[in-house]
């Protein structure tokens, strides 16, 4: 089933798209940096940032497509995928599957909203949900536990960048090709590890201090790094890992492994 001819081709293309999203996101993450005020550092941020730029509305319907294309690519690998791995591994990465089903349809629903020009803000959105949750019994408790998660995804996909883990999906031939691929998606997948490290952390902290408004999602992550000591180089430092795997998802639509 993920063999299909149609499927490799909407998935090549579909990193594509999830490049145009991190490089975006990199631009946005670089204002921050240098201190430009109203930069909304989130995924609704950068799809506005794409809005902007010549022929932005075909360009975010591009994006559009190119995310769904992924999630349904994702979704037959989470279905009959992963046969290179066996046992405990497979099961891991058919979840792993599944859950990057989840993102990239939230991505491509937010850029929706952002072409449709209906009002969008993923770090509202991240607040209010965690408001709701701590409205809840024991709400403070789940919010901790989601913060400890997501802060566990952020180091492992720190570990996973580090030690190259993703090199082995790749299929390309030129030794000058691959180095420059791998060292992307490693400063990336690091640079995304640290950022969701910091969203963790700060969903903690909103639990601990059953104070919602800190929990703000990447937006929030970007800008508590831009104002720790020597903040600005921190953050300039993530943006170009961010836009490291921008460049890396490049590589993926050409050399990526898409049959397993």
Request: include cysteine; aromatic fraction near 12%; proline fraction near 2%.
């Amino acid at each position: 089933m993920t063999n299909n001819d149609l499927l490799k081709m909407l998935t090549r293309v579909g990193f594509i798209g999830y490049g145009l999203l991190h490089l975006a996101l990199a631009w946005v993450a670089a204002q921050i940096a240098f201190g430009r005020a109203g930069e909304e550092g989130d995924q609704s941020g950068a799809f506005r940032k794409l809005a902007e730029q010549p022929f932005g509305e075909f360009l975010l319907w591009f994006v559009i497509v190119c995310l769904l294309a992924l999630a349904v690519w994702q979704a037959m690998l989470a279905a009959w995928g992963h046969r290179e791995s066996h046992g405990r591994e497979r099961i891991v990465e058919r979840i792993s599957s599944a859950a990057r089903v989840v993102v990239y349809g939230v991505l491509a629903w937010t850029a929706g909203k952002v072409v449709l020009g209906a009002p969008s803000s993923s770090a509202q959105q991240q607040q209010q949900a965690t408001a709701g949750l701590m409205a809840r019994t024991a709400g403070e408790w789940l919010v901790g536990l989601v913060g400890l998660g997501v802060l566990a995804f952020g180091l492992g996909m720190a570990w996973y960048g580090w030690k190259r883990k993703f090199s082995r999906k790749l299929t390309i031939a030129s030794p000058h090709h691959r180095t420059v691929a791998v060292h992307a998606g490693q400063i990336g997948y690091v640079a995304k590890g640290v950022a969701f490290g910091i969203v963790g952390y700060l969903l903690i902290d909103a639990a601990v201090t059953n104070d919602p408004g800190k929990s703000r999602g990447l937006d929030a992550a970007l800008h508590t790094l831009a104002g720790q000591p020597y903040g600005k180089f921190l953050l300039l430092a993530v943006t170009v890992g961010v836009a490291g795997f921008g460049v890396y998802c490049f590589f993926q639509a050409r050399y990526r492994k898409v049959g397993t």
